[in-house]
């Protein structure tokens, strides 16, 4: 028959009782001791006095003071405005209120680490930018009468308005920095820069070069000013550089009113010049008005 000792069981039992509630006991005082510990930090005083400093110097000053370690998350800590703080046996979080005001970042407090960051933008800040501000105004010439049809655009941007039959614009552009420039045909281009204002009256002058330029009509030589036919130019500049096997293909689709076509397709064979010729759809040709 086995004999059973229930003493040494029981005592073995209440052995592990003791010792668990001993380690509960333990990790009890430990959390106590962390937060008296951070509860100490956060009461700790603070007294500065600075005028018209950097941000982060004052932040460093109060770090030393505390004991807590600062953190900068993705901050550019040099944008933010002078602080000027005189305070005496002020709690943490009233000195840090004060230094934080007006400032482009926020701060957080996690046990014994101060932690400064930016602030979120809000939709208000996002909309204000990308704003734009709206100008108007009238386009006139030489005379003071409005110029119709005439371009204006923000140089360096997408935006662009035309002058309607007085002469009057609107336009948004990207702010108070941006420059417009004001085009007509036959007129010297004109650039402002908007400024503060919001209305313009903008007079443009002809262009004397372009009205100078000779005009030859076959039977006499006249300016262009004076010419009261319909002339077009073609520059050696506009085409010096097209691949193309031949001149007269080179010219197609460059002067209105003149068509230039191969109709046979033989090689070696000549195009036809057709000069305000045929306007209807039609494979005939005008002998009177066809060069060949």
Not at 32 to 50: G, P, R
Not at 123 to 152: C, M, R
């Amino acid at each position: 028959m086995k004999l059973y000792d229930f003493n040494s069981y029981r005592n073995s039992y209440v052995k592990n009782k003791i010792l668990l509630t001993m380690k509960l006991s333990i990790a009890m005082l430990l959390l106590i001791m962390f937060q008296v510990n951070a509860s100490t930090l956060a009461q700790k005083k603070v007294t500065l006095s600075e005028s018209n400093v950097t941000l982060e110097k004052v932040l460093k000053s109060i770090t030393k003071q505390t004991g807590y370690d600062l953190v900068f998350i993705a901050t550019d800590i040099s944008i933010a405005k002078p602080v000027t703080i005189h305070v005496r046996d002020a709690s943490l979080e009233e000195t840090l209120d004060l230094c934080f005001i007006n400032q482009p970042f926020e701060y957080s407090l996690d046990t014994k680490t101060l932690i400064v960051q930016e602030k979120p933008k809000t939709n208000l800040q996002t909309k204000k930018s990308v704003a734009f501000l709206s100008i108007s105004g009238k386009v006139l010439d030489e005379t003071g009468q409005g110029l119709p049809g005439a371009s204006v655009k923000e140089l360096g941007g997408s935006n662009v308005a035309q002058t309607d039959s007085k002469g009057e614009f609107k336009l948004n552009v990207g702010g108070p920095e941006s420059s417009i420039s004001i085009s007509f045909v036959g007129y010297v281009t004109k650039t402002l820069k908007v400024g503060s204002e919001k209305t313009f009256n903008i007079r443009l002058v002809p262009n004397p070069n372009l009205l100078k330029d000779a005009v030859v009509i076959g039977y006499q030589t006249v300016s262009r000013r004076t010419s009261t036919a319909a002339v077009s130019t073609v520059k050696a500049k506009d085409i010096e550089n097209l691949p193309s096997p031949s001149f007269d293909q080179l010219l197609q689709g460059r002067v209105a009113g003149v068509n230039i076509q191969n109709y046979s397709g033989e090689p070696g064979s000549r195009p036809t010049f057709t000069v305000r010729g045929n306007t209807a759809m039609s494979r005939t040709v005008n002998a009177a008005n066809a060069l060949s």
